[in-house]
């Protein structure tokens, strides 16, 4: 079975960086179309960006195309999310997720994905 572990969150100033990873343990989900969600307090969960099972397509969400970058290394079993100008209205969980059942191509259906991490927290401070 496929368990998705997040890590990289953390505390930063509007207009810094983080990197967030998703690794996977129990076989290769890079077979999967993969995605990372965020949930703020008292919001529900929302897209951030997916990309396709053969990393050769992404798909962002409006607020953060241009300050996010999503990517796989299959070698390393790990797709990352480098965020840049971070503000603090991207402040919350953020969750990574794999879509085993579909065909391969980023969606941002949140209910496409099955596969769900624990989430890792990241907070901006203005």
């Known amino acids: 079975q496929v368990q998705l572990v997040e890590s990289g969150g953390g505390l930063v100033q509007a207009g810094g960086s983080l990197r967030l990873s998703c690794a996977a343990s129990?076989?290769?989900?890079?077979?999967?179309?993969m995605g990372w969600f965020r949930q703020a307090p008292g919001k529900e969960r929302e897209f951030v960006a997916a990309i396709s099972r053969s990393d050769t397509n992404t798909y962002y969400e409006g607020s953060v195309k241009g300050r996010f970058t999503i990517s796989g290394d299959n070698d390393r079993n790990i797709v990352s999310l480098q965020m840049s100008n971070l503000k603090p209205e991207d402040t919350a969980v953020y969750y990574c997720?794999?879509?085993?059942?579909?065909?391969?191509?980023?969606?941002?259906?949140?209910?496409?994905?099955?596969?769900w991490g624990q989430g890792t927290q990241v907070t901006v401070s203005s």
């Open positions: 997720a794999a879509d085993s059942e579909g065909t391969g191509e980023p969606v941002a259906s949140r209910w496409r994905y099955d596969l």
């Open positions: 129990g076989r290769t989900f890079r077979s999967y179309a």
